[in-house]
T-cell receptor, first 110, second 113 residues
Framework: GDQVEQSPSALSLHEGTGSALRCNFT?????VQWFRKNSRGSLINLFY???GTKENGRLKSAFDSKERYSTLHIRDAQLEDSGTYFC????????????FGKGTVLLVSP | DAGVTQTPRHEVAEKGQTIILKCEPV?????LFWYRQTKIQGLELLSY????????DGGAFKDRFKAEMLNSSFSTLKIQPTEPKDSAVYLC???????????FGPGTRLTVL
C-alpha cells in the first residue's frame, strides 16, 4: 500500500472558514514537506518539518514522527488559497528522497 | 538566487524517439532528484544524486530511463526509446543536503504520440 496517505482528496471551504489536511504514514518518517501547486503547475514550498509545529500566516503545520502523521491547518481561507496541496515525507533510510501523498484539491468559494 | 530551472517546458515526441530533458539545480545544492508526475500514480521518484553520485536509479524506471549529472550544476534525463505511457510531467528538484527541504523546478510536460 501507499506509504503516504493524504486526506481528504478534495475539500470545499467558504471564505473565512478553516479546516485541516492530514497525511498518515505507514512507516516512520524523518521529516515532512508541504507544497501547494500554483496556477502554472509549479510546486511551491509551504513547510518543512522534522518535528513539532510551524506557522506561517494563516497556515500551520504539525508533524509527529512517532504517531506517524502530519497536518496542515488553514484558517480564514481566502479565494486565492484554492489549489492542490501535497504532503511529502522523507523516510529514515538516510536518503533524502520524498514520497508524496496523492494531493488534496482545495476549493474556496465566496 | 535562481531556483531550479528545467528545459524544455514542453516536449512532444513520436514513439521510439530519444528525448533528453535538462535540469539546473539551485546553485550550491548537493542533492538532485528527478520525479515523474501522472494523474494516476502521482509523483514518483526516478533518480537521486548526491554530490553528483547516483544514489538511486528508480527501480522500475531503469529500463529506458537514464539520468546523468555531468557536473554539480547540470543534470539530464534521457528516455530511450519513448513510449506513449511515458507521457507525464517530469520534475527536477534539488536540496542543499540531507535534512534540508527540496525545491522543485517548473517541470517538463512530455507528450509521446
Amino acid at each position: 500500500g501507499d506509504q503516504v496517505e493524504q486526506s481528504p482528496s478534495a475539500l470545499s471551504l467558504h471564505e473565512g472558514t478553516g479546516s485541516a489536511l492530514r497525511c498518515n504514514f505507514t512507516t516512520t518518517m524523518r521529516a515532512v514537506q508541504w507544497f501547494r501547486k500554483n496556477s502554472r503547475g509549479s510546486l511551491i514550498n509551504l513547510f518543512y518539518l522534522a518535528s513539532g509545529t510551524k506557522e506561517n500566516g494563516r497556515l500551520k503545520s504539525a508533524f509527529d514522527s512517532k504517531e506517524r502523521y502530519s497536518t496542515l491547518h488553514i484558517r480564514d481561507a481566502q479565494l486565492e488559497d484554492s489549489g492542490t496541496y501535497f504532503c511529502a515525507a522523507e523516510d529514515d533510510s538516510g536518503y533524502n528522497k520524498l514520497t508524496f501523498g496523492k494531493g488534496t484539491v482545495l476549493l474556496v468559494s465566496p | 538566487d535562481a531556483g531550479v530551472t528545467q528545459t524544455p517546458r514542453h516536449e512532444v515526441a513520436e514513439k521510439g524517439q530519444t528525448i533528453i530533458l535538462k535540469c539546473e539545480p539551485v546553485s550550491g545544492h548537493n542533492d538532485l532528484f528527478w520525479y515523474r508526475q501522472t494523474k494516476i500514480q502521482g509523483l514518483e521518484l526516478l533518480s537521486y544524486f548526491r554530490s553528483k553520485s547516483l544514489m538511486e536509479d528508480g527501480g522500475a524506471f531503469k529500463d529506458r530511463f537514464k539520468a546523468e549529472m555531468l557536473n554539480s550544476s547540470f543534470s539530464t534525463l534521457k528516455i530511450q526509446p519513448t513510449e506513449p505511457k511515458d507521457s507525464a510531467v517530469y520534475l527536477c528538484a534539488s536540496s542543499l543536503d540531507w535534512g534540508y527541504e527540496q525545491y522543485f523546478g517548473p517541470g517538463t510536460r512530455l507528450t509521446v504520440l
